[in-house]
């Protein structure tokens, strides 16, 4: 009898610990529905690139409205950062990121519904809420169930299927709009949108956290970051490689190929499927990149830097119009322009456990407020030209461009100031 009741109090104990193979189908189970999450963000971003000339024609809006309407996607995601920050050390990333979701899903509908201009910019605000906690509650997972020495790989993988969403707001979107309009599209996203929220509560594992913190422990760990050196030492360069690359990316490539260069719609619709290609491959390419150069004495720091002062010269290719095939151009583009995303394992190494949330979602907070100043500054540049038939000359995209690139090329100055200072853990 004694034997049977040693037995069975220890049982407990040893079922709880998982097997490796269980742990490991935990780990890439976790990889895959948080990934898939930001895929739906990513469509999102970039849904008002097919839906604009729609938006145009049916509601008569100008560059500046569509700039205007397509950054309150930006607005809404960078105003929840701090929040779901906390949220996400408090809470955790599945069910924050579940809940969260719902907001994108009413968002979708308003969209889906509106009547005018005030209904379509309350909807876009509303997804970005939604959906804007998708990339830190990725990485904050990733973080507990990974070695931080495959941040890196693992923060491409995601960015990478992410980064379809992009291809999918390409050739696939035209072709769905033949099909339908745009207000069946967005409220199909709406039940999307739901559909991850379930996958995320019901089929994603907890992983055991430590306590949890007062408000007030949380908010002094945020002005920690905020305060620190290291964070604004890699911000200024990040937030203008990833602001740019997605004002560009989600709203204004077409536009620019329309105008610059004179593609068709069919052309230019190919093209930014190839930018949305390029990024995963460059997202999966830079993470391995940089795991191997690390290796080699590269630092993760430098390594990151290299990628998004490429980005500038890539920029400064197109607008030279350089004779070269447009896809390996515009591949580049994508390419270079997802190396930004290697900052985030650059702050992973930079501070504690407990804080990995709040830094990645303040990150995330400077470069989504740059995309909506991006994204409603180049609109209010083409407007100050003359527009003919929906078409803006090439001297206004140039000065557009001309003044990101400037930006960009004194935030890489500051950037390589702080190399010989660059963090690890």
């Given at each position: 009898?004694?034997?049977?009741?040693?037995?069975?109090?220890?049982?407990?104990?040893?079922?709880?610990?998982?097997?490796?193979?269980?742990?490991?189908?935990?780990?890439?189970?976790?990889?895959?529905?948080?990934?898939?999450?930001?895929?739906?963000?990513?469509?999102?971003?970039?849904?008002?690139?097919?839906?604009?000339?729609?938006?145009?024609?049916?509601?008569?809006?100008?560059?500046?409205?569509?700039?205007?309407?397509?950054?309150?996607?930006?607005?809404?995601?960078?105003?929840?950062?701090?929040?779901?920050?906390?949220?996400?050390?408090?809470?955790?990333?599945?069910?924050?990121?579940?809940?969260?979701?719902?907001?994108?899903?009413?968002?979708?509908?308003?969209?889906?519904?509106?009547?005018?201009?005030?209904?379509?910019?309350?909807?876009?605000?509303?997804?970005?809420?939604?959906?804007?906690?998708?990339?830190?509650?990725?990485?904050?997972?990733?973080?507990?169930?990974?070695?931080?020495?495959?941040?890196?790989?693992?923060?491409?993988?995601?960015?990478?299927?992410?980064?379809?969403?992009?291809?999918?707001?390409?050739?696939?979107?035209?072709?769905?709009?033949?099909?339908?309009?745009?207000?069946?599209?967005?409220?199909?996203?709406?039940?999307?949108?739901?559909?991850?929220?379930?996958?995320?509560?019901?089929?994603?594992?907890?992983?055991?956290?430590?306590?949890?913190?007062?408000?007030?422990?949380?908010?002094?760990?945020?002005?920690?970051?905020?305060?620190?050196?290291?964070?604004?030492?890699?911000?200024?360069?990040?937030?203008?490689?990833?602001?740019?690359?997605?004002?560009?990316?989600?709203?204004?490539?077409?536009?620019?190929?329309?105008?610059?260069?004179?593609?068709?719609?069919?052309?230019?619709?190919?093209?930014?499927?190839?930018?949305?290609?390029?990024?995963?491959?460059?997202?999966?390419?830079?993470?391995?990149?940089?795991?191997?150069?690390e290796r080699l004495g590269v630092s993760l720091y430098a390594f990151a830097g290299i990628?998004?002062?490429?980005?500038?010269?890539?920029?400064?290719?197109?607008?030279?119009?350089?004779?070269?095939?447009?896809?390996?151009?515009?591949?580049?583009?994508?390419?270079?322009?997802?190396?930004?995303?290697?900052?985030?394992?650059?702050?992973?190494?930079?501070?504690?456990?407990?804080?990995?949330?709040?830094?990645?979602?303040?990150?995330?907070?400077?470069?989504?407020?740059?995309?909506?100043?991006?994204?409603?500054?180049?609109?209010?540049?083409?407007?100050?030209?003359?527009?003919?038939?929906?078409?803006?000359?090439?001297?206004?995209?140039?000065?557009?461009?001309?003044?990101?690139?400037?930006?960009?090329?004194?935030?890489?100055?500051?950037?390589?100031?702080?190399?010989?200072?660059?963090?690890?853990?």
């Amino acid at each position: 009898m004694r034997a049977m009741t040693t037995t069975s109090s220890t049982s407990p104990a040893l079922s709880s610990a998982p097997a490796p193979t269980q742990q490991a189908g935990a780990r890439w189970r976790v990889l895959a529905v948080f990934s898939l999450g930001f895929l739906v963000s990513y469509v999102f971003r970039g849904v008002n690139l097919g839906f604009a000339p729609h938006l145009t024609r049916e509601l008569g809006l100008n560059a500046g409205d569509l700039g205007l309407l397509t950054s309150f996607y930006f607005l809404g995601f960078a105003c929840a950062q701090l929040p779901a920050g906390i949220l996400l050390d408090r809470y955790g990333p599945r069910r924050t990121e579940a809940a969260m979701l719902l907001a994108a899903v009413a968002g979708s509908l308003v969209f889906a519904l509106a009547p005018g201009m005030a209904g379509l910019a309350a909807g876009r605000l509303l997804i970005g809420v939604g959906v804007s906690v998708c990339l830190g509650a990725a990485i904050q997972a990733l973080s507990m169930w990974f070695p931080l020495s495959r941040m890196p790989l693992l923060n491409g993988v995601v960015m990478a299927i992410g980064g379809f969403g992009a291809v999918l707001v390409g050739t696939p979107l035209s072709w769905l709009l033949s099909l339908t309009d745009w207000r069946m599209v967005s409220a199909g996203l709406a039940g999307v949108s739901l559909a991850m929220a379930a996958l995320l509560w019901f089929g994603v594992p907890d992983k055991p956290r430590a306590g949890k913190k007062s408000l007030r422990e949380q908010l002094r760990g945020t002005r920690q970051i905020l305060a620190s050196e290291r964070f604004w030492r890699v911000v200024p360069l990040t937030l203008l490689n990833q602001g740019v690359f997605l004002a560009v990316q989600t709203l204004w490539v077409g536009a620019f190929l329309r105008d610059v260069p004179g593609f068709d719609p069919a052309t230019s619709a190919r093209l930014v499927s190839v930018i949305g290609f390029a990024m995963m491959a460059g997202c999966v390419g830079s993470g391995w990149a940089a795991r191997h150069l690390e290796r080699l004495g590269v630092s993760l720091y430098a390594f990151a830097g290299i990628g998004m002062t490429g980005f500038i010269v890539v920029q400064a290719l197109l607008m030279a119009q350089v004779p070269l095939p447009p896809v390996l151009l515009w591949a580049a583009y994508g390419v270079f322009g997802s190396s930004g995303i290697l900052t985030y394992a650059v702050l992973a190494r930079s501070f504690p456990d407990a804080l990995i949330g709040r830094a990645t979602t303040a990150l995330t907070l400077t470069v989504f407020l740059a995309t909506f100043a991006c994204q409603v500054g180049v609109g209010f540049v083409l407007d100050l030209w003359p527009s003919s038939g929906g078409h803006y000359p090439k001297a206004a995209h140039m000065t557009a461009w001309g003044g990101l690139v400037a930006l960009q090329v004194l935030a890489a100055v500051w950037y390589l100031m702080g190399a010989r200072r660059a963090p690890a853990r």
